[in-house]
């Protein structure tokens, strides 16, 4: 009715329909924009979905390649020449980088097994790690993808949204990359978010350059931090993490990680951070890290580790950090010295790794700036790291040292597994060497 006491007319919702209130249109209009935004949601994501799936999966092409052994092998005696800046060995695959994304190669044949390549020419791939199934890739603006290592199909995608550096981490089943100031780890099958660690305020911008799966679920997390203070220098931290739960057990500052090496499961050879030439053999459990040994205070460059060995590679004649003419070894749970090995007048070493119980390194000569461009001959040895006694030597093809000389010209083993050894210039460039038995 109106005011006259007439029916009302044109009013919504027709005769005997109130008026609809103030109250009444704000949540129409409310429940329309939230339908409007959810489409609009819906369709950036069918977009952001499609544009994604442009990006190139190949497949695998052809059965599984088996492995070659199980482990490293006992006397490799064949040679394949790859050429590639970063790459890993498992399962008989040579997975390599390609600027934008990673492909798989059979050692056996050569040929590509599967490619996975981003489209977006703008975002390259910074960093990828392989576990016994899975690769994972981080590229430049936060985007994680994780591959199934058989079928080269896609597994997940994570997006933390931040552009920079991406390096990755792989252990234990964790994926474990850095986020605006924390770290996160990742279920490495489906890509779940597993456990973030927020680091301290001093540390707003770090970096994961390594980690380690210990037992009693325990991981080893070693972090670089570039603080913004200008009163203080970038700095290291080993953070000791509960990988079920992220709760951080323990931290201690620590030196460079490229100045340390990791032996059998849960010890560290490092420089001490307070007495640079003191090398110390740190044990790591989940109530801390703690010093058991010492190596001799001469004993500042240890290149290698592993299976109850640390080695260090120095010059005695010399003294400098350029040339490495002996390798000396000591047992990790002492500190003691058990063997050393000289190399040939003119000749020096490449920086070895163990595997198995046994100790790969490249013998080469000793070049100079003058032997820039040279072709040279190296040798691959097989030693026993208990002993050191020579098991077996490779010939390897002729080399041409790299032109811009420094002292990285050396041949360097890169990667050990599954009957294979991948080999090549410390500083990246030039050819990478595969030996396989």
């Known amino acids: 009715m109106n005011l006259l006491g007439e029916p009302g007319v044109g009013l919504p919702g027709g005769p005997g329909t109130p008026v609809p209130s103030r109250t009444d249109v704000q949540i129409a209009r ?20 499609w544009y994604q799936s442009r990006d190139v999966f190949t497949g695998a092409h052809g059965p599984f390649p088996a492995a070659f052994a199980a482990g490293a092998p006992v006397a490799p005696v064949r040679v394949v020449r790859r050429a590639s800046d970063e790459q890993a060995l498992v399962h008989g695959l040579s997975l390599q980088d390609t600027a934008f994304g990673v ?12 490619r996975y390549e981003r489209r977006d020419a703008k975002e390259v791939s910074w960093d990828f790690k392989v576990s016994e199934r899975t690769v994972v890739v981080g590229h430049g603006d936060g985007r994680l993808v994780g591959i199934d290592l058989r ?5 997940w995608r994570v997006e933390i949204r931040e552009d ?15 986020a605006p100031g924390a770290v996160r780890a990742f279920d490495e099958r489906d890509g779940r978010g597993l456990w973030k660690v927020k680091m301290p305020e001093s540390c707003p911008e770090v970096l994961v350059y390594s980690v380690h799966a210990l037992p009693d679920h325990l991981s080893a997390v070693h972090v670089m931090c570039k603080v913004t203070s200008r009163d203080r220098d970038e700095y290291d931290l080993l953070l000791g993490v509960d990988n079920r739960t992220g709760k951080v057990l323990w931290r201690q500052r620590t030196v460079d990680p490229k100045l340390t090496v990791w032996g059998d499961g849960h010890t560290l050879a490092a420089p001490d951070p307070d007495h640079p030439q003191t090398i110390q053999l740190l044990d790591m459990n989940r109530q801390g890290i703690s010093p058991r040994a010492a190596l001799p205070l001469d004993e500042w460059d240890v290149v290698a580790g592993g299976s109850g060995t640390a080695l260090s590679g120095t010059d005695p004649k010399e003294g400098s950090e350029d040339h490495d003419t002996l390798l000396r070894a000591y047992g990790t ?7 050393q090995l000289r190399a040939p007048t003119g000749q020096e070493y490449g920086f070895p790794e163990i595997a198995d119980g046994r100790v790969y390194v490249v013998r080469q000569p000793f070049l100079t700036e003058a032997d820039t461009g040279r072709q040279i001959h190296a040798d ?3 030693l026993d790291a208990d002993t050191g006694r020579l098991l077996h030597t490779l010939r390897l093809p002729s080399m041409t040292a790299p032109d811009d000389y420094d002292y990285f010209v050396k041949l360097d083993i890169l990667d050990i597994a599954d009957g294979a050894v991948s080999i090549g210039w410390r500083d990246g460039e030039g050819d990478l060497l595969i030996a396989t038995d």
Not at 103 to 114: D, I, M, P, Q, S
Not at 151 to 155: E, N, V, Y
Not at 166 to 171: E, F, I
Request: proline share 2%.
């Open 30 to 49: 409310g429940r329309a924009w939230g339908l409007f935004i959810a489409l609009v949601l819906i369709a950036v994501t069918l977009l952001v979905n």
């Open 103 to 114: 492909t798989a190669v059979n050692l056996r044949t050569g040929k590509e097994y599967w």
């Open 151 to 155: 079928t080269g199909k896609l597994l």
């Open 164 to 178: 920079g550096y991406r390096s990755v981490g792989l252990a234990g089943g964790q994926v474990v990359t850095e």
């Open 333 to 339: 749970r002492d500190g003691q010295p058990s063997w």
């Open 380 to 382: 691959l040895l097989t």
